[in-house]
Each structure stands twice: as C-alpha cells, then as structure tokens.
T-cell receptor, first 111, second 117 residues
Framework: AQSVTQPDIHITVSEGASLELRCNYS??????LFWYVQSPGQGLQLLLK??????LVQGIKGFEAEFKRSQSSFNLRKPSVHWSDAAEYFC?????????FGTGTSLTVIP | GAVVSQHPSRVICKSGTSVKIECRSL??????MFWYRQFPKQSLMLMAT?????????EQGVEKDKFLINHASLTLSTLTVTSAHPEDSSFYIC?????????????FGQGTRLTVV
C-alpha cells in the first residue's frame, strides 16, 4: 500500500538559516512526488514535483528537493529561510490517479 | 499554473440543513476532481474521486449518501453535505487534474471552511 511519512510534525528555524523537511514514501513503482505548502485557512500551493529525470528538482520560492530512490526519500530544502515561509508543508505521492499525503510538517520561523 | 476556484470559502449552516460546495477549474478542463477533508492540524483525507459524467468513487468509510458529489461538466464538481451535523464541521478542499494519470499534477482550490451549528 502507498504511504507517505513526514517524521517531523513541527520544525522551528531562525530566519536566514537553512531548512530541510523530510519525506519518506512507500510505493511499489516509480512514484510521482510532490511538495505542497499551505498557509492557514488556505488551499495548497505546489512547490515542486518529481516525475522522472534529474533527481534534484528546483521549485518556486527558492525550494528544491532531491529524490533518493535507495532511501525512498524526497526531502525538501531551502538554503535560507524567510519569515514568509512559515506554513504547513505536505509531501505527497501520486499513485495511479490519486494523491497520498503525508501528515504535514508545520514550520515556524523565528526572527 | 492552472486555477481552481472553490466557493464558498466559508459557510455556517444549521444542523440538519444541506450545504453545497462548488469546485471550478477556470482555465482548463478537469478530467478528474478530488474532494478532501482536513481536520485541524492534520493532513488531507481523500473523500472521493470523481470523473466527469460518471459516479464518484468514495474512499472507505465515507458515506456517499451524506456527501453527494456531482461532476456534471469538465469544469465543475460539487460536494453537497446533506443533513449536516456539527461533526461535519471541517475544512473541505477540492483539486482538479487535467489528465487521467498522475503524470499530470492536481491543482487545489482554496478550501471551504464549513461550520455546522
């Protein structure tokens, strides 16, 4: 069965510091992988996606993610966090015609 | 990216009444639309998948008679919460996909906050 695990429920970083949000998945075939961001009371915005090809994917707002098949991971990174990055982040696997979401990581950015 | 509009963004209704939520793809034809429910501080739970012109496929545990989904056109899907109760209060989000396969991405609406009093 497909599943997505985001081990960190909540992360706090200082503005300007680097960020890495972890995501592990379980899927029998090559997955389609996504990272979404959700601001309070809002829908989801796509940050980046991986379908195939280069395993390092660049997204919007300075985010990137790396697909590591051997580790079944798709971690999200940003070299320097801005206060506006505070939000909820969801990793998702596309399998068949459905999405499976992780439980999310809440990011707090302190000045 | 493509735009999905969800309406209303907030709704308060009395217990026992029905509420309809609309999800529209504004600039593309959505072969498939998804409806999710999100509890506070939790992830999105897929409720159902709907393809234009056919019956929705509901996830296990989701009452199809309570959560009526209609996908009458390639740009509109509706979710009707029938005989709403306070426990139905939640954040409902729709998404729309261009294709039938997951090599296309899904675009999300801004969500609807339903409060049943």
């Amino acid at each position: 069965a497909q599943s997505v695990t985001q081990p960190d429920i909540h992360i706090t970083v200082s503005e300007g510091a680097s960020l890495e949000l972890r995501c592990n998945y379980s899927y029998g075939a090559t997955p389609y992988l996504f990272w979404y961001v959700q601001s309070p009371g809002q829908g989801l915005q796509l940050l980046l996606k991986y379908f195939s090809g280069d395993t390092l994917v660049q997204g919007i707002k300075g985010f990137e993610a790396e697909f590591k098949r051997s580790q079944s991971s798709f971690n999200l990174r940003k070299p320097s966090v801005h206060w506006s990055d505070a939000a909820e982040y969801f990793c998702a696997v596309g399998a068949g015609n459905q999405f499976y979401f992780g439980t999310g990581t809440s990011l707090t950015v302190i000045p | 990216g493509a735009v999905v509009s969800q309406h209303p963004s907030r709704v308060i209704c009395k217990s026992g009444t029905s509420v309809k939520i609309e999800c529209r793809s504004l600039d593309f034809q959505a072969t498939t639309m998804f409806w999710y429910r999100q509890f506070p501080k939790q992830s999105l739970m897929l409720m159902a998948t709907s393809n234009e012109g056919s019956k929705a496929t509901y996830e296990q545990g989701v009452e199809k008679d309570k959560f009526l989904i209609n996908h009458a056109s390639l740009t509109l899907s509706t979710l009707t919460v029938t005989s709403a109760h306070p426990e139905d209060s939640s954040f409902y989000i729709c998404s729309a996909s261009r294709g039938a396969k997951m090599n296309t991405e899904a675009f999300f609406g801004q969500g609807t906050r339903l409060t049943v009093v």
